[in-house]
């Protein structure tokens, strides 16, 4: 039994391997294959932006640091109004401070130039660093545009070397014989019109011991002198003097009937101006400057009453609102002369970057100085009032002129305005003319 029944077991298990070979294999599951991915493309890495750096010099720290305060401020509204950005280009603006002293403003230029390594440079406020930084600019080959330093002695370095010298593009003051001449024709016309009435044509020349403070000097005493003018002395001074006495009493002692000269120290001017009223000068007073900063009011109360001046007004409602937004965001008054034109040179400045990228496709040293010379030296690149300029109607450069602007109506020109209570009223040329120049109350005694 135990035999049949064993046959039995191997037969089953042998009959169920024979089915289960007859049954056909069954199909395999596929593996799971995972989906392609999409190809995202790779995001680029942005390129760098270009960096246009710009070298702002004037005297940020020293005698004159409240100019430099006026020309850094203007320069930042100017760049702010276009987002520091010209094409791809950002803009990065860099101090160099010359302390009111050539020397240390060429070191400080240079160390701008080699560690800073700035494209171009712009503005400047004394003559005497300007005469020393052509020869920085020369030396580089970095285009500095619209320095303010007026002296005749920039026209005259230019012109021993106008290849060399052509780096300093343009001066945003013309010289001092062009515009001092409008004092002499000021004190002419009240005399012609029996407003002044002086015993004697004598006059009394003072100044700042600059280039700019003797350039000025001789320029108009032989401006006087060729009025028919006396010229009974010529007197310069210490940048930062503050002591008057000696010389306010020397020129009351001449009995001059006209003390003409100019300064540019705020605090030296007012002391002078201030002194002056004190040991009772007698003199129609000639201040070439005294309001070139915008308090300048503060300093010297009402002993600039009847001081003569030539500065820029605010004349125009886009000066205007220019001086009321600097006033707000500053804290400080902006003067015409100062922050006013730092405000339209930073500007004429841009247009001029921006046609060196229109026409190079770069903005570099090379290319901003070729458009110096093909376009602003010939008279075909101009900053007028159309362009967004405050002061003056015209800033316009020829061959004639160079590195001089074009001076005279509708482009480079000073009113001639006479102090009262802080405000100038316009007394020169006659058709801006606000008033008649008065006679000081001493004259009158």
């Avoid at 002293?101 to 660093?129: F, M, Q």
């Amino acid at each position: 039994m135990k035999k049949r029944l064993s046959t039995i077991i191997v037969a089953t298990v042998v009959l169920s391997v024979l089915v289960a070979a007859c049954r056909p294999a069954p199909t395999p599951t596929p593996m799971p294959v995972a989906p392609t991915p999409t190809p995202v493309p790779a995001t680029p890495t942005p390129a760098p932006p270009k960096i246009l750096k710009v070298g702002l010099q004037g005297p940020h720290t020293g005698p004159n640091a409240r100019v430099g305060e006026e020309f850094w401020d203007a320069a930042v509204m100017a760049f702010d109004a276009i987002n520091w950005t010209i094409g791809p280009y950002k803009v990065e603006l860099i101090k160099i401070d010359c302390e009111s002293d050539p020397e240390k403003a060429t070191r400080a230029y240079e160390e701008a130039i080699i560690r800073d390594k700035i494209d171009a440079g712009i503005l400047n406020w004394h003559s005497s660093v300007a005469v020393a930084l052509m020869e920085v600019v020369a030396k580089h080959k970095v285009p500095h545009f619209f320095g303010f330093g007026a002296t005749e002695l920039v026209n005259e370095k230019y012109a021993s070397d106008p290849e060399k010298y052509s780096y300093w593009m343009g001066k945003t003051w013309a010289s001092p014989r062009k515009l001092s001449i409008a004092y002499v024709e000021t004190l002419e016309g009240a005399i012609e019109k029996g407003i002044w009435k002086p015993e004697k044509k004598t006059v009394a020349i003072y100044g700042e011991d600059t280039d700019w403070g003797r350039s000025f000097g001789a320029g108009i005493a032989d401006q006087f002198k060729d009025a028919g003018w006396e010229v009974l002395s010529v007197d310069f001074f210490p940048i930062a003097e503050m002591e008057f006495y000696p010389l306010l009493k020397k020129v009351k002692d001449l009995d001059a009937e006209v003390f003409a000269g100019t300064a540019t120290s705020p605090a030296s001017y007012a002391a002078l101006i201030k002194q002056a009223k004190e040991v009772g000068l007698k003199s129609f007073i000639v201040a070439d400057g005294l309001g070139w900063v915008g308090e300048w009011y503060e300093l010297t109360g009402d002993a600039s009453d009847y001081v003569l001046d030539q500065i820029p007004q605010w004349t125009t409602p886009e000066a205007k609102a220019f001086r009321d937004e600097f006033e707000k965001r500053w804290g400080i008054t902006p003067s015409p002369s100062a922050g006013g034109q730092a405000y339209d040179m930073t500007n004429f400045f841009i247009k001029i970057a921006r046609m060196a990228l229109d026409r190079y496709g770069e903005i570099t040293r090379e290319t901003l100085y070729k458009v110096g010379q093909e376009e602003l030296w010939t008279g075909g690149l101009t900053y007028t009032r159309e362009d967004g300029a405050i002061i003056m109607e015209a800033y316009k450069y020829v061959p004639e002129t160079i590195p001089d602007p074009i001076v005279g109506m509708g482009y480079y020109i000073f009113p001639v305005i006479q102090y009262f209570g802080g405000e100038g009223k316009i007394v020169w040329p006659d058709v801006w003319k606000e008033a008649d120049p008065e006679v000081p109350p001493l004259m009158r005694e």
